[in-house]
């Protein structure tokens, strides 16, 4: 019950695509739902976090959407650049702890 | 804000010796957190401070592993006789308590362990 599931696990797209990260939970008390970017050899970067009383969220570039009832959560980057490749994680928690349950990891290129 | 402070950014270190790592939090943050990373894999959690109080312990951290957060700043991850299967990167994270500007969490550049 404590599982974030991710996918896919890898992705490749031509710069000014649309990569779309797919994550799913189970345990219904988590109301925090944060995605990371991290590069290789460097700890994991907050990126855009949501909780569940709304359904999307865009900082920048990046959204979120959200579907509470199927426990389900994705990542969208519009208009991807090469500097976007880097390894994304999906995460959840709850408020009382705040302790992250991370996804599998997905590693994004984005071919020039 | 100087961000999470970890020392050492790298360990090679042999079988069954002991290692030690400090994490630096950002100041202020109360919640502190160590996190274990293999290659190819998510961050997986190993235990968290609220201040200097330790709250819980993933079932992760075996008897060799040990961690303090005196004072409730600086915090150190200890493990004792060192395995092959230790190798990995340790991160450390810090946050307010939750509730208190929101969950954000940062993470440290993260001490990175090799067992040989």
């Known amino acids: 019950q404590q599982q974030v599931k991710q996918s896919p696990q890898s992705l490749i797209v031509q710069k000014g695509g649309i990569p779309i990260i797919n994550c799913a939970y189970e345990?219904?008390?988590?109301?925090?739902f944060p995605w990371y970017q991290q590069f290789p050899g460097k700890g994991p970067a907050l990126l855009i976090a949501?909780?569940?009383?709304?359904s999307e969220k865009k900082e920048g570039r990046f959204t979120i959407s959200f579907n509470k009832s199927a426990k389900q959560f994705s990542l969208h980057i519009m208009d991807s650049q090469p500097g976007d490749s880097a390894t994304y994680f999906c995460?959840?928690?709850?408020?009382?702890?705040?302790?992250?349950?991370f996804g599998q990891g997905t590693t994004l290129q984005v071919k020039p | 804000d100087t961000g999470v402070s970890q020392d050492p950014r790298h360990k090679i270190t042999k079988r069954g010796q002991n290692v030690t790592f400090r994490c630096d939090p950002i100041s202020e943050h109360n919640r502190l957190y160590w996190y274990r990373q293999t290659l190819g894999q998510g961050p997986e959690f190993l235990t968290y401070f609220q201040n200097e109080a330790q709250l819980e312990k993933s079932r992760l951290l075996s008897d060799r592993f040990s961690a303090e957060r005196p004072k409730g700043s600086f915090s150190t991850l200890e493990i004792q006789r060192t395995e092959q299967g230790d190798s990995a990167m340790y991160l450390c994270?810090?946050?307010?308590?939750?509730?208190?500007?929101?969950?954000?969490?940062?993470f440290g550049e993260g001490s990175w362990l090799t067992v040989v």
């Open positions: 995460a959840a928690s709850t408020t009382n702890t705040g302790k992250l349950i």
């Open positions: 994270a810090s946050s307010f308590k939750a509730g208190e500007s929101g969950n954000t969490i940062y």
């Open positions: 345990n219904t008390a988590f109301d925090y």
């Open positions: 949501i909780r569940p009383d709304v």
